[in-house]
């Protein structure tokens, strides 16, 4: 029989006492942000909303969804996310493959891999990057939200030693079966990586879900702002001039209610996408980071 010690117990109390507390203030704070936008003006305003919503009103996701603007940035956040994450993970995989092979196989490999490790050291600065931007005429335009981010080199530095840690021989099979390498790739190693690839993934979908400053840089129009420099302009800025948001519009329900349901829409899709990749991301958040 195995028993536990009494220092054992006491630490495992410890352990899910400790948790609970964690996953509480983890939660309170959305908790809180959920009741303030379901409630009333005059609670809001006056601060007496806590973790339950009072004089409960659906008039804040009335408002937030009449707003043609705050339709049209999701709009666009939904598109780059998409488009965003497929393009990164495809350039990704697409260069993590041939860097994961031994340097007898891939001649100057490490000059190759250095060289995508010194553009995170090193960066042209903001004000080249806007000028190189500008001239290429992506101002204003979904790509330019997507393109300069398309290759994140820590993400392919994961995926790299994670390549490098299947088995040489389910390549050397593949190759004998006379697949090329596109076949390994996709045949072997991809389903291999599953959850490395859906770890990654989410990674590139929250960075791009979350991200404001690229917008409010690149966005001279605000027609065309991403849901996150929205809410930064309508946030923290509080520029309600930008975004269409009529002083008239707020007079039968307060700032305070209509920027948390704001907050809490903007959120949701993430909380709706991490419990189908919560699965692949305990394990896969860990994989590649013992290897060079």
């Known amino acids: 029989m195995?028993?536990?010690s009494t220092s054992y117990k006491a630490f495992t109390i410890f352990n899910y006492t400790f948790m609970i507390l964690i996953s509480l203030l983890c939660l309170i704070p959305l908790v809180h942000i959920l009741a303030v936008s379901f409630s009333g003006k005059a609670a809001a305003s006056a601060n007496l909303v806590k973790l339950w919503p009072v004089d409960f009103t659906l008039d804040a996701y009335v408002k937030t969804i009449a707003n043609e603007n705050f339709i049209r940035s999701i709009w666009v956040t939904l598109q780059r996310t998409?488009?965003?994450?497929?393009?990164?993970?495809?350039v990704v995989i697409l260069a993590a493959y041939p860097l994961s092979k031994e340097s007898s196989s891939f001649k100057r490999r490490n000059i190759y891999t250095w060289y995508f490790v010194f553009t995170m050291l090193f960066s042209g600065g903001l004000v080249p990057f806007y000028i190189l931007v500008r001239n290429l005429d992506m101002l204003n335009t979904l790509w330019v939200l997507i393109i300069?981010?398309?290759v994140s080199v820590w993400n392919m530095i994961l995926l790299l030693n994670f390549f490098r840690g299947i088995p040489k021989e389910m390549e050397?099979?593949?190759l004998i079966d006379g697949a090329g390498h596109f076949r390994t790739l996709i045949s072997v190693y991809l389903p291999i990586s599953m959850p490395a690839l859906a770890t990654l993934s989410l990674f590139a979908l929250v960075g791009h879900w979350n991200s404001w400053f690229d917008g409010l840089l690149f966005m001279t129009d605000h027609t065309n702002y991403p849901l996150a420099?929205?809410?930064q302009t309508v946030i923290v800025q509080q520029d309600f001039s930008k975004v269409s948001v009529r002083p008239e519009d707020l007079e039968n329900i307060s700032q305070r209610t209509v920027k948390a349901a704001q907050i809490f829409i903007g959120m949701a899709p993430i909380l709706l996408v991490y419990p189908f990749l919560q699965r692949f991301f305990v394990k896969g958040i860990v994989l590649g980071a013992v290897k060079e």
């Open 172 to 174: 050397e099979a593949a």
């Open 2 to 4: 195995y028993h536990k």
């Open 82 to 90: 998409v488009l965003g994450t497929f393009i990164s993970m495809a």
């Open 229 to 231: 420099t929205y809410l």
């Open 148 to 150: 300069p981010g398309a």
